[in-house]
């Protein structure tokens, strides 16, 4: 399997009038070439400070539309590169970049633009404040399979993170699983449309109520011919949290064997996003709205992984689709359990249904967990433990702030959404610092 890398940036985390990363280019490419492959912005009026680099994309449009064939993507690493001897200076490439990463030298009249310097980008070692990371895809593509088991295009809505989460699941899991799932936004991705199958895997779609009860005679009917199944459920909020959660607490009692994974978009979202019961304090929906009297969902949500651990079952965790690398060891953990039921909750933002940008589903992914509103951890046979430590969590308004579903709120609505934060972390802390918590 190739390992592609690429270059990667905290939006918006760039200190004012900072050009350390631009010199450390230029110094790279020697003092006779003045130009350099990475350019920062500054609006200070605006107090906008970033930049702009390539992202060596997977299907690279330079490429594509360069009339000599002087771009191309390096199979082995990933790279998009520019043999300069075919370059003939027409622009066409920046042109067709959409993300400002490509140039047309100075000096030379050819294009330019970062290479990652060969693995090495010497940017990243002279940023000051660290907002530049060089991020192998090694660390997650040596787990997953080649083959991407849905097929060519999708049925989820603009810049949807719960289809890059079940995307990673089934290339994570792979071949020799049977999936489930229920009526909700991912569904359509794997049931397809007429007699068209969205996935190269076999999937069972259920009631709202019955995928935990349907796994387990489809399980039970595994045990008794002697053969070893491996169950996956892949369902939203509402089946999980609410409508579908008495039967999953019962396979949780009884010890059935298999993984459900929830993925949490904190509502309703196929049906025109009603609040469920994993919808945060103060949120609007459509049904818990805001105007005169009423600010949005009036009463905290519910935490579904911590419920799940104290029913005392082998493993669950707490996942983001930012943080692919401990996503898929977890699906790895949970699907080596072998004597009850394992449990992932995903978080998966909903631009459309959050009324947030389109394009910020992994950077609200990310940000849910550096503030902690979303902490990563998992429990592991009575062992509670951080995945990821956030040692100085950014204040919630900064998650906050970029989706509408909260844009009503004021100060204190947002202190009690802080406290709220707070008041979980701690609990999981106690959880973590206790030590074996197997017997409650």
């Not at 900072?18 to 003045?34: F, K, N, V, Y």
């Not at 605006?46 to 992202?55: T, V």
């Not at 909750?345 to 959050?354: D, E, K, M, N, Q």
Request: glycine share 10%; proline share 5%.
């Amino acid at each position: 399997m190739r390992f592609y890398n690429t270059l990667h940036w905290k939006q918006h985390a760039c200190p004012p009038d900072c050009l350390a990363c631009e010199q450390a280019c230029i110094h790279r490419t020697g003092a006779d070439s003045p130009d350099s492959a990475i350019k920062m912005v500054h609006h200070p009026g605006e107090d906008l400070h970033g930049l702009m680099a390539c992202l060596q994309c997977s299907e690279p449009s330079c490429q594509e539309i360069c009339p000599t064939g002087a771009i191309h993507k390096d199979k082995e690493d990933g790279v998009v590169r520019i043999l300069q001897a075919k370059c003939i200076g027409c622009g066409m490439c920046t042109m067709a970049c959409p993300h400002g990463g490509i140039h047309i030298s100075s000096g030379q009249a050819v294009a330019y633009k970062c290479d990652t310097c060969n693995g090495q980008p010497q940017c990243v070692e002279a940023c000051p404040s660290r907002v530049l990371e060089f991020f192998s895809a090694e660390r997650i593509s040596r787990h997953l399979q080649e083959e991407d088991f849905l097929v060519p295009g999708t049925r989820a809505c603009s810049g949807c993170p719960a289809e890059l989460g079940l995307r990673h699941t089934l290339r994570t899991i792979g071949r020799g699983a049977v999936y489930f799932g229920a009526p909700g936004c991912m569904t359509t991705l794997m049931t397809g449309l007429g007699d068209r199958a969205g996935s190269r895997l076999p999937y069972f779609s259920c009631l709202f109520t019955n995928v935990p009860s349907t796994m387990t005679g489809v399980y039970r009917y595994y045990k008794k011919i002697g053969k070893e199944a491996k169950l996956v459920a892949f369902v939203g909020d509402g089946c999980t949290a609410d409508i579908g959660f008495q039967a999953l607490s019962g396979a949780a009692e009884r010890g059935e064997n298999y993984l459900f994974i929830c993925y949490d978009n904190e509502g309703y979202m196929n049906t025109g996003n009603q609040r469920s019961g994993t919808t945060p304090l103060h949120a609007w929906t459509n049904t818990s709205p805001v105007g005169g009297a009423y600010r949005g969902k009036e009463k905290n949500n519910k935490y579904l992984p911590l419920i799940m651990a104290f029913h005392g079952i082998p493993y669950v965790a707490t996942a983001s689709i930012a943080n692919l690398e401990d996503y898929v060891q977890k699906l790895k953990k949970a699907m080596e359990v072998k004597d009850g039921l394992a449990y992932i909750h995903l978080l998966v933002p909903c631009p459309t249904g959050w009324k947030a940008p389109l394009d910020s589903g992994i950077e609200l992914s990310r940000l849910a967990v550096e503030t902690n509103y979303f902490p990563l951890w998992e429990y592991e046979r009575g062992q509670f433990r951080f995945t990821r430590d956030v040692a100085n969590p950014k204040p919630a308004s900064d998650y906050i702030r970029l989706i509408g579903k909260f844009s009503h709120l004021q100060d204190t609505e947002i202190q009690d959404l802080q406290e709220s934060i707070n008041d979980r972390v701690s609990l999981l802390q106690s959880l973590v610092k206790s030590g074996n918590n197997k017997n409650y």
